[in-house]
């Protein structure tokens, strides 16, 4: 056990001194977002590390690359009948949807992934609660559609048509439910797809006027233009004036305003669009994973089949980040001892004063059964340990609190093995525990305020692709993706070096 405890930690030793290096080598300007300093280096002579996560200027495109996949597992595990019956539905309405997209001036393809967000691609679509809430292809609003975009919306004749169109269908008349679907399209015109669309046309084009912006005119249709004017006059600072020449005098697009606000940078903003409980902050990115998954349809079809394998195979996007096809993993306590011998898994050590975590005592507990040192799966790949070095002192900084208390880090098969035999909820095929790349953190915080800035995180980081994560009942289950190799330089700056 000593010697791989040993080999371990001058891996960590060469690879922070690499990772060192390279920090040093790109030493942020000033100006430049950093990770915060842990508690235990304050006032010493630590060398920044620019925060490779944070907003800066020129990451508009890339940003939202990451977020549309980060957004993409509710569209692959919650689109009714599956994201290809989902995809042939819309596909059918592409005519329309381009007619609506020239009416609008607007891209047609992010026209059709609004379809496929908002309905499927299902023109009889109906949000819970009742007809005056959202219906039809593009889901509008019974008030938005007469008061604002001039449609027709008779609520009392679309009511009693409906009623007719489920006992017609209850009672497998086809035909009578065919002609009751037309009649109702006549009475409310959400139902009827083309009409919807151009209803829909009508908003953005009033949306686009008022913000400038087509990415803004977009997410207004989520959020709503007033919402949205808030968020933007909050990160702007801005009080009253033309929203459009606010948006841009400052250079607004949607990736910085959403990306640049946080609870320590335009807090106000931030708080606003967390305000919103219905995710309208994440429809931008929603949309344009389901404009993607419309284009994966129309040219690469065997790829969309792969990642709605990978995504249903787990209630996260964590085998899209490393698939088991492609993942090396610890089926023997042999075999990851050579992982710790090589530097592929490196401790997860108890300095929680500079880490902002703690290392659960219960870590490893089943080691014994095992005949194993508990040692031995107290461990991380150094990108995994990285990134939750990154959480915990991003978490200290905004709540002021720590530690985060880590109860699980890296297992072998036979470890997993036993797990499943004592807990329910253990995964019994697959688990990312047996790669180093999965880590468990503690549902039990010190205060709100501790809690939601991990929330935070979480919710950050996944919207950028860098985590995939679920909760369990007692921990959330953290999947670190490769681009966490950006961080390997807090393995120098934390530099711990008791067990």
Known sequence: MRRFVILAAAAVVLVA????VLAR??????????????????????EPLADPFAWGPGRTVEFSRRA???????????????????????AIHRAAVERAAEQADVDADTLEGLVFL?????????????????????????????NLLGMRVDLAESRRYTRLLARAERRGRDGQAAALRRARARVDERFDPGRALAGTARYLTIARKRFGREDLAFVSYHMGIGNLENVVRDYASAGAGPIGAIVEDAGLTYARVYFDST????????????????????YWWKLLAAREIMRLWREDRPELDRLVALHGA??????????????????????????WDSGDVVPFRRAEAVTGLRRDPRMGELARRLKQPAGLYRGLRPEALALALYIGAQV?????????????????????????????????????????????????????????AFQFMLDRLRTLNVIAWVREPRAIHITASSDATALLGLLERVNIEQP
């Open 118 to 146: 908002e309905s499927a691609g299902r023109e009889d679509a109906r949000a819970p609660g009742g007809l005056e809430g959202a219906a039809g292809l593009t889901q509008i609003l019974a008030e938005t559609g007469t």
């Open 396 to 452: 200290r900084e905004i709540s002021g609190q720590g530690p985060l208390v880590v109860t699980s880090t890296v297992r072998d098969g036979a470890y997993q093995d036993a797990l499943v035999r004592r807990n329910r909820e253990a995964t019994r095929h697959y688990s990312l525990h047996t790669t180093g790349w999965a880590f468990d953190v503690l549902r039990s915080y010190r205060s709100r305020r501790q809690a939601l």
């Open 17 to 20: 001194a690499v990772a060192g």
């Open 68 to 90: 549309a996949a980060g957004n993409s597992h509710a569209l692959y595990a919650l689109s009714p009948g599956g994201v290809v019956a989902s995809a042939e539905r819309t």
């Open 25 to 46: 080598d790109s030493a942020p300007p000033a100006g430049v977002p950093v990770v915060p300093t842990p508690p235990g280096k304050a006032g010493k002579d630590v």
């Open 263 to 282: 609870p320590t940078r335009h807090a106000q903003a931030y708080r606003r669009l967390a305000s919103l409980g219905d995710d309208s902050s994440n």
């Open 314 to 339: 787990k209630g996260s996007a964590e085998e899209v980040l490393h698939p088991e096809s492609e993942t090396p993993r610890f089926d023997t306590a042999s075999e990851l001892r050579r992982a």
